[in-house]
């Protein structure tokens, strides 16, 4: 079993900053990519960012830019550098992880919440 813990999230004004972290624990073996997918109200769970065990990243088009994701290894962690925060960035923001190549596992999401 592998669970994830998310923290960070909160209530920030536009032009903002906040940082989330989610720690990883469980059975690990090939833990391969990590990442940070969002969901608002009324839309689809998006990815916003990715990171690989080997530190190739991936991002949305809309937080190119704006948000940095970084992941430490020793810790089976990885972090989300969220900058310039716009009201559109308000949604719950879920931690991913994926072990051995197939099987994805979830946190609990922690909310976002960008006012204008």
């Known amino acids: 079993q592998v669970q994830l813990v998310e923290s960070g999230g909160g209530l920030v004004q536009a032009g903002g900053s906040l940082r989330l972290s989610c720690a990883a624990s469980g059975r690990l073996f090939m833990l391969n990519s990590m990442g940070w997918y969002r969901q608002a109200p009324g839309k689809q769970r998006e990815l916003v960012a990715a990171?690989?065990?080997?530190?190739?990243?991936n991002y949305a088009d809309s937080v190119k830019g704006r948000f940095t994701i970084s992941r430490d290894n020793a810790k089976n962690t990885v972090y989300l550098q969220m900058n310039s925060l716009k009201p559109e960035d308000t949604a719950v923001y879920y931690c991913?992880?994926?072990?051995?190549?197939?099987?994805?596992?979830w946190g609990q999401g922690t909310q976002v919440t960008v006012s204008s």
């Open positions: 990171i690989t065990s080997g530190g190739t990243t």
């Open positions: 991913n992880a994926v072990i051995n190549w197939v099987d994805n596992y």
